[in-house]
């Protein structure tokens, strides 16, 4: 792991792991949530994180720094009710679930063309996210198989298959938060709840004006 081993904080870093990406290899980093696996958003990205997780099938949440990268990759025309409520929420813990755009590659979406987007509220990763339309994003773990806590407990079967570990120095020696995102679908005229995570349900309802559907 050593060798592997990097830190948001030192110079060279984002450097390293932009090229890295951009040859479609996966590094693990740490986020404002779990421990994640990050993968370009190209084919061979999601065949990589495929392999790592051994899992088929599965759309990967999208990462992106900015809600003006959305039409990118979604159908839904954002009115200012909408805008509001994102700029309350994001850069935060909580992925929405979206049409997705209608030519948008297979590799990015589920098969009933749904597309999962969040903005991360980390400073380096947000740095790093400017450099693409967007990054696959996946809990470090094998499926079905415990989400490390540490970067000491990364599964060494991971380890084997990717270029780097990115971490907060004030993490070094502590456990990361193992609570993920709040999962809302936005695919129809009202928002569900997918799954309750780090992002307060009450709050978000909140922030939108209405309940969401549970």
């Known amino acids: 792991m050593i060798n592997k081993l990097l830190f948001w904080q030192d110079n060279k ?54 809600i003006e990268k959305l039409p ?19 850069p935060g813990p909580l992925t929405l679930i979206f049409k997705s755009q209608i030519n948008s590659h297979d590799y990015l979406k589920s098969f009933n063309d749904t597309i999962a987007i969040r903005i991360p509220n980390h400073q380096y990763l947000l740095q790093l996210l400017g450099s693409f339309d967007g990054l696959f994003s996946t809990s470090a773990n094998i499926s079905g198989r415990e989400i ?27 456990s990361y938060p193992i609570i ?3 999962i809302l679908d936005c695919t129809e005229e009202k928002i569900k709840i997918v799954r309750e995570g780090i992002f307060p349900i009450d709050e978000l309802e909140q922030f939108y004006g209405e309940k969401f559907i549970r």
């Open 72 to 90: 990118i990759f979604i159908e839904k025309k954002i009115d200012k009710k909408f805008e509001g409520f994102l700029n309350n929420c994001w």
């Open 148 to 174: 490390p806590d540490s970067i000491q407990k990364i599964d060494p079967e991971i380890e084997k298959l990717i270029d780097f570990i990115v971490a907060d120095k004030k993490y070094e020696n502590h």
């Open 13 to 66: 870093t984002i450097d390293l792991l932009r090229e890295s990406l951009k040859k479609n290899n996966v590094s693990i980093t740490s986020t404002d949530t779990v421990l994640g696996l990050v993968a370009n958003c190209s084919k061979s990205g999601l065949q990589k994180l495929d392999l790592i997780k051994n899992r088929r099938e599965k759309p990967y949440i999208i990462l992106i720094d900015s």
């Open 180 to 182: 993920p995102s709040t």
